[in-house]
T-cell receptor, first 113, second 110 residues
Framework: ETGVTQTPRHLVMGMTNKKSLKCEQH?????MYWYKQSAKKPLELMFV???????ENNSVPSRFSPECPNSSHLFLHLHTLQPEDSALYLC????????????FGQGTRLTVV | QKEVEQNSGPLSVPEGAIASLNCTYS??????FFWYRQYSGKSPELIMS????GDKEDGRFTAQLNKASQYVSLLIRDSQPSDSATYLC??????????FGSGTRLQVQP
């Protein structure tokens, strides 16, 4: 266990559904991240939050909506997704945005049908 | 040009051999370098970090850094079948989150 917990572990949703991914960290870290991992592609950084404030949005489509109510929790709200959004979504945290190594949650395997 | 480049593999080595994984990066301002191991269907796990030129050893793992050549490598001695995984190189340039390579898949043959 890395101290970063993601739920659910697996999610199947239709293109018209709305769902949310949840991430919680128990490490006292101040920075949290969402990454997308598709087959045979590098990890893609989606969003960065530092002290609850969004500091980076990597040109992510608006059908992905992050929320960070506090430094320990991070959500990714999903709506009207496309089949190509099917991927492993990984949450990570680090002490601060500046420093530097990240601990990952177990990931949510998302399938859009 | 990709920011962090790795050969996708698979790299196949026999059990007990040395596995050598390589990574190049484009940002000369990069300060910190990491190797993550990712088993199939699992999340990445940090296994090594290196910050200065030279070698850093931790058990069977040795990370090597050459900033002049913008090159990072990971050596795994006495490779075991349990080392079979994808190894991700990650680089931090001090301004944003880690940038990852696409990973090299390692297969250790019993």
């Amino acid at each position: 266990e890395t101290g970063v917990t993601q739920t659910p572990r697996h999610l199947v949703m239709g293109m018209t559904n709305k769902k949310s991914l949840k991430c919680e960290q128990h490490l006292g870290h101040n920075a949290m991240y969402w990454y997308k991992q598709s087959a045979k592609k590098p990890l893609e950084l989606m969003f960065v939050y530092n002290f609850k404030e969004q500091t980076e949005n990597n040109s992510v489509p608006s059908r992905f909506s992050p929320e960070c109510p506090n430094s320990s929790h991070l959500f990714l709200h999903l709506h009207t997704l496309q089949p190509e959004d099917s991927a492993l979504y990984l949450c990570a945290s680090s002490q601060d945005q500046g420093g530097p190594w990240a601990f990952f949650g177990q990931g949510t395997r998302l399938t859009v049908v | 040009q990709k920011e962090v480049e790795q050969n996708s593999g698979p790299l196949s080595v026999p059990e007990g051999a040395i596995a050598s994984l390589n990574c190049t990066y484009s940002d000369r301002g990069s300060q910190s370098f990491f190797w993550y191991r990712q088993y199939s269907g699992k999340s990445p796990e940090l296994i090594m970090s290196i910050y200065s030129n030279g070698d850093k050893e931790d058990g069977r793992f040795t990370a090597q850094l050459n900033k002049a050549s913008q090159y990072v490598s990971l050596l795994i001695r006495d490779s075991q079948p349990s080392d079979s995984a994808t190894y991700l190189c990650a680089v931090w340039a001090g301004r944003r989150a880690l940038t990852f390579g696409s990973g090299t898949r390692l297969q250790v043959q019993p």
